[in-house]
């Protein structure tokens, strides 16, 4: 199991997560609230997060289509990713997370 930190609005929410799953699977099935708007197909941006900077490299990129839609986000940062887009795996563990919605 992988130990994932999620804050939303002063809260940490601790979590074990699953190699291959996303971020978004991850904190939906934890009760972490985190938006998921269209389901995890990665174009409403609503599930938004910053990636703490030190793992920000242990992450596969985001492709084209992601890029584009954070880009377009008010709150971008390099550290910007969608959950939905973000597969977890063990180069993750202790992770956190800041929920942008």
Partial sequence: MINIIFKYNNEEFKVKANEGETLLE?????????????????????????????????????????????????????TTRLACQVIITKEMDGITVNINN
Wanted: aromatic letters at 6%; one cysteine or more.
């Fill in 26 to 78: 991850c904190a939906l099935k934890n009760n972490v609230p985190l938006i998921g708007g269209c389901g995890g197909a990665g174009i409403c941006g609503s599930c938004n997060v910053d990636i703490d900077e030190k793992y920000i490299g242990k992450i596969k990129e985001p492709d084209a289509n992601e890029q584009d839609v954070i880009e377009y986000l008010p709150m971008y940062k390099p």
